[in-house]
């Protein structure tokens, strides 16, 4: 098993930086196939992106290519997600989610109910 936390969530101005970290204790990070997902209040919940075991593969959501990154680093066992030039759009709990089963499908990895574990979520608030 693994224990997910996110952190660095907070209010931030349009066009403004974040970065979510996701710390992970238990199994060691690199077992698992990483996601970030979002919920905005009365909404569904969203694929944001996924990276694989190594972190050489990533997937976007098309409503932030090019604006969100997402990386590793499995020697630190925390999952980032960077994210630029916020919109208020973007404004949601963000969440982790981690598979140590999945392979890296781009089509099941934007499922968030193929995911085992998930943190708690940290609130991101982006003013227009």
């Known amino acids: 098993q693994v224990q997910l936390v996110e952190s660095g ?12 970290s996701c710390a992970a204790s238990g199994r060691t990070l690199s077992s698992y196939v990483m996601g ?11 694929f944001v992106a996924a990276i694989n075991r190594s972190g050489q593969r990533t997937l976007t959501a098309d409503s932030v290519k090019g604006r969100f990154t997402v990386s590793r680093d499995n020697t630190k066992n925390t999952a980032y ?5 916020l919109e208020p759009e973007d404004t949601a709990v963000y969440y982790c989610a981690a598979d140590a ?6 089509t099941r990895l934007r ?3 193929q995911y085992h574990y998930w943190g708690q979520g940290t609130q991101v608030t982006v003013s227009s």
């Open 101 to 106: 089963a999945l392979w890296f499908d781009p």
């Open 111 to 113: 499922v968030g109910d």
């Open 81 to 85: 997600l960077q994210m630029n030039s």
């Open 36 to 46: 970030w997902f979002r919920q905005a209040p009365g909404q569904e919940r969203e």
């Open 9 to 20: 969530g907070g209010l931030v101005q349009a066009g403004g930086s974040l970065r979510l």
